[in-house]
């Protein structure tokens, strides 16, 4: 997948492939000048705005696919987090912090079981309680397995419901890590800074924050969405028969599709 970035030279405006490492080193198809976009977000994001593009174009079990990884990438941003936050609590030295965490992670990054018992015990550890939504409803697991092993024809409906519960799931973790997400997100300001110091003369460099379902809730204009106390919802669900928690989460996915949407369409199509 592709996105646009406009020459700091001559205004031309070219498309550049995601990388991996979110360092794309340019060279304009017009003037030829070098340059350098850093995209300052992070892997879960891109995967759930692809697949937030692939729902909006129509490819449902792409979108599960993208969807369902963005989830896996989170739980490892939340575990890198987690731990930074710790290390610099101690006045432990970042570098020091850092390697021992990669180190750790070798242990576990082929093995998504292990990561989520990663996973479970940092949000244990931070927050004190069980992560009680870690069940394959609140995952959402068989849905995901059937699409993505099973072979399974999603409606898009299904997709939604999946994308939307995504979406709140990580939303709320992110609330709740508040400022110590930034300690993860150092990390990819230190690979900028080191790639930038590799440069030759005269390549410009450009930081860029690309248009994002999490962007707009963190830093977007929308209001936000009051989620109902726990006896409310259990009470509109007898009356109703509706699951208002699924709603909410629904509601909450529709309010950043709404803002972002557009842009992330435009984002895609080529000039």
Known sequence: MDFPTTCPQCAHVNRAEFADSSVHDLR???????????VRKQKFEVLFDLGTRALMDGYAREAVASFAAALE????FYVRAFTLEQAAGRERP????????EGTWRHVSSQSERQLGMFALAYLLREGREPDFLTPKGLGTDFRNRVIHRGALPTRAEVDAYAAGVFTLIDRLLTELGAGAAHAELVQ?????????GL???????????PGMFRA???GTLSPIPK???????????????????????????????ERGSLLRAFKTAP
Not at 203 to 210: G, I
Request: with cysteine.
């Open 200 to 210: 030759p003369d005269g390549v410009t460099v450009v930081f860029e924050e690309h």
């Open 28 to 38: 304009c198809a017009r003037c030829g000048a070098r340059y350098c976009v850093l």
């Open 94 to 101: 970042f570098e020091d912090a850092l390697s021992a965490l």
């Open 217 to 219: 809730r963190r830093f």
């Open 73 to 76: 990438r989170f739980f490892e």
């Open 189 to 197: 300001e230190q690979t900028f800074a080191a790639h930038v110091r």
């Open 228 to 258: 109902p106390a726990k006896a409310q919802l259990q009470a509109a669900q007898s009356a109703s028969g509706v699951n208002d928690a699924r709603a909410f989460q629904q509601a909450l996915f529709e309010r950043a599709l709404e």
